[in-house]
């Protein structure tokens, strides 16, 4: 089983019954579940990822309220089920204790977002990152009857709309900075490093835009394309990225070329742009003045 599945069924067979027992007046309002950092929690680890603290864990989340009332008691008793579950045994270290065990619900956010409070202005939102953003909001509520920590969840899934159009805007940007302007040059001065390091940024910016145009936040960056695989709008266009990995020289700057004009058609088709320009810097453009006009 993958390390959402260990989780879920580690906090089903081992700690609800005793949640139960030891807090009769609380426990409806002790959320659980596995969400936050780690590949596990997006559903993308394997077999590589078991080679360091892969273990049983999940979370507890508790108010503020609760915190200062059963926080203590709760601890003790995440640390007192069992060793192993499933032939897997539970790892004890410091990435570990940041990544289960019980949390007040705000500290929690704060320490995954790596901010204090959640945002509230379009400037609070654009300070945090994709890949915070969609740490966030992975993984599985496993209970939650008091429903404090998915309201926040839910409220942060809900990205706003001037926020979402200048992440696109400079994702947009970047995709023909990298791609459609400077690729084509470092392999006409030969400049091979150049060449391996836009395409890097083409790929990422191009992986980025399509998750976007999915209303998907982007997770760290080796999960890029794992994330894009499952995406419904631009799914080909995915593969088109892939074979960016095996491009080079002319072959590449056709895909690259292809590509922009695969996103070019849904930003269209989105209603965001009108331009038939398959050079991106314009649809970036006119979503930035768009943006300037409201």
Same mark, same amino acid.
């Given at each position: /089983?993958?390390?959402?599945?260990?989780?879920?069924?580690?906090?089903? !067979?081992? &700690?609800?019954?005793?949640?139960?027992?030891?807090?009769?007046?609380?426990?409806?309002?002790? @959320?659980?579940?596995?969400?936050? %950092?780690?590949?596990?929690?997006?559903?993308?680890?394997?077999?590589?990822?078991?080679?360091?603290?892969?273990?049983?864990?999940?979370?507890?989340?508790?108010? %503020?309220?609760?915190?200062?009332?059963?926080? !203590?008691?709760?601890?003790?008793?995440?640390?007192?089920?069992?060793?192993?579950?499933?032939?897997?045994?539970?790892?004890?270290?410091?990435?570990?204790?940041?990544?289960?065990?019980?949390?007040?619900?705000?500290?929690?956010?704060?320490?995954?977002?790596?901010?204090?409070?959640?945002?509230?202005?379009?400037?609070?939102?654009?300070?945090?990152?994709?890949?915070?953003?969609? &740490?966030?909001?992975?993984?599985? #509520?496993?209970?939650?009857?008091?429903?404090?920590?998915?309201?926040?969840?839910?409220?942060?899934?809900?990205?706003?709309?001037?926020?979402?159009?200048?992440?696109?805007?400079?994702?947009?940007?970047? /995709?023909?900075?990298?791609?459609?302007?400077?690729?084509?040059?470092? #392999?006409?001065?030969?400049?091979?490093?150049?060449?391996?390091?836009? /395409?890097?940024?083409?790929?990422?910016? @191009?992986? /980025?835009?399509?998750?976007?145009?999915?209303?998907?936040?982007?997770?760290?960056?080796?999960?890029?394309?794992?994330?894009?695989?499952?995406?419904?709008?631009?799914?080909?266009?995915?593969?088109?990225?892939?074979?960016?990995?095996?491009?080079?020289?002319?072959?590449?700057?056709?895909?690259?070329? @292809?590509?922009?004009?695969?996103?070019?058609?849904?930003? @269209?088709?989105?209603?965001?742009?009108?331009?038939?320009?398959?050079?991106?810097?314009?649809?970036?453009? %006119?979503?930035?003045?768009?943006?300037?006009?409201?």
């Amino acid at each position: /089983m993958n390390g959402l599945e260990l989780a879920r069924g580690y906090y089903n !067979d081992c &700690a609800r019954e005793l949640i139960l027992n030891k807090f009769p007046d609380q426990s409806g309002r002790i @959320a659980a579940g596995l969400v936050g %950092e780690g590949s596990e929690c997006f559903g993308f680890d394997d077999e590589i990822s078991k080679d360091h603290d892969f273990c049983p864990r999940f979370f507890h989340w508790l108010s %503020e309220e609760d915190e200062k009332a059963i926080g !203590d008691d709760l601890r003790e008793l995440y640390d007192s089920l069992p060793s192993c579950y499933e032939g897997v045994t539970r790892v004890d270290t410091p990435q570990t204790k940041l990544r289960s065990g019980v949390w007040q619900i705000g500290s929690f956010y704060d320490y995954i977002l790596r901010s204090k409070g959640l945002p509230e202005t379009r400037s609070e939102w654009l300070r945090i990152p994709d890949q915070c953003l969609a &740490a966030a909001t992975n993984g599985e #509520v496993f209970t939650d009857l008091l429903g404090e920590f998915t309201r926040i969840r839910e409220y942060l899934s809900d990205c706003p709309e001037d926020v979402w159009l200048t992440k696109l805007s400079g994702r947009l940007f970047e /995709m023909a900075q990298s791609g459609q302007y400077n690729y084509p040059r470092t #392999v006409r001065r030969g400049d091979t490093v150049a060449q391996h390091l836009a /395409m890097d940024r083409f790929i990422s910016s @191009a992986l /980025m835009t399509i998750l976007a145009l999915n209303r998907r936040y982007s997770p760290f960056y080796k999960w890029l394309f794992r994330a894009a695989k499952e995406c419904t709008v631009l799914r080909e266009t995915v593969d088109k990225v892939r074979f960016l990995t095996v491009s080079e020289g002319d072959e590449a700057i056709n895909r690259i070329e @292809a590509i922009c004009g695969d996103i070019t058609g849904e930003l @269209a088709r989105q209603g965001l742009t009108s331009s038939h320009d398959t050079f991106l810097v314009s649809h970036s453009d %006119e979503i930035a003045a768009k943006l300037r006009a409201r």
